[in-house]
């Protein structure tokens, strides 16, 4: 296992087992009939893999997907147990992944991104203030920045290589890719998913702003795969620190974008040594995420 001197794992090694993915965060491993996902601490923006980690990360991630996978048991996803001590080929590495990996099922991922909006923020907002239009959506005018829209909206987009960047695509766009009817199942589930989600975080003075969700297809079925809801797929405001026509705080990766936007780099590979002080914020933003959503302490 590699480390960096925060203590934030970089990248898995697993003696033995073929690796077959290493991700902007996820290292994936061929289990035989099933998959081992290990969450790094790796911390990507705008596409970019940082040099350096956000100690904990990985873990949050993990956690948080467990959360809202057992909250929302009504949705089938991926996962098979975290129990990874009933591997005999993982026991050597138990300490360095317990609480960071899961073992899941082998499912065939669909090839776009399944972002779906209840405010308007990121790219869509800057979309949104070129041309009126997100994601093939054209909207009423007079949105402010960090507006709630009138309705959630599934906004795809393509899922790039690392070190490229996505490309929003329309539902028309999805339909081509997937046919009609995987379509718009994956639209509704993403959409069904943001409303059990947002009604949730809204109770624990949270606004999910936006997320991004993945599918599969597992014996012909469309399942929930990856992670879910977690502060690097998702934008978490707390709703006391709310207020529209500004980028509001979060409780995610947004702080590190926030910073990279500070520098003079261009947004591409390698990218910058994040400071200590970022690393340390963004640490304790992803476990106050973790905490105020859960109702538990992960450290």
């Not at 300490?95 to 899941?104: E, S, T, W």
């Amino acid at each position: 296992m590699l480390y960096d001197s925060n203590h934030a794992l970089i990248q898995s090694e697993i003696e033995g087992v073929k690796l077959l993915n290493r991700g902007k965060v996820r290292d994936i491993y061929d289990l035989g009939e099933s998959l081992l996902f290990i969450a790094t601490d790796r911390i990507s923006a705008f596409d970019v893999v940082m040099p350096n980690g956000i100690p904990l990360k990985g873990k949050v991630l993990t956690q948080i997907s467990l959360f809202w996978f057992e909250l929302m048991n009504w949705m089938p996803n991926h996962l098979i147990t975290t129990d990874i001590s009933t591997r005999p080929e993982l026991a050597p590495y138990v300490k360095d992944l317990q609480g960071r990996a899961m073992i899941v099922r082998k499912a065939r991922p669909l090839p776009i991104e399944c972002i779906v909006r209840g405010y308007l923020a990121g790219s869509g907002w800057k979309d949104y203030q070129q041309t009126g239009v997100v994601s093939g959506i054209t909207l009423c005018s007079g949105y402010k920045q960090a507006a709630k829209l009138d309705q959630p909206l599934f906004t795809p987009s393509t899922k790039a290589d690392l070190g490229m960047h996505d490309e929003a695509i329309s539902l028309e766009g999805v339909e081509k890719l997937l046919g009609k009817d995987v379509a718009h199942e994956v639209s509704s589930l993403s959409l069904r998913i943001y409303k059990t989600a947002a009604d949730y975080a809204e109770s624990k003075g949270i606004i999910l702003a936006d997320t991004k969700f993945e599918f599969g297809i597992y014996e012909d079925k469309v399942i929930l795969i990856d992670e879910v809801l977690t502060p690097d797929s998702s934008r978490f405001w707390p709703a006391e620190q709310y207020k529209v026509g500004c980028n509001p705080p979060s409780l995610d990766k947004q702080f590190v974008r926030d910073y990279l936007e500070t520098l003079d780099w261009n947004k591409t590979a390698p990218g910058p040594e994040l400071p200590q002080d970022v690393v340390k914020k963004t640490t304790e933003k992803y476990l106050e995420a973790y905490k105020v959503l859960t109702g538990k302490s992960l450290v």
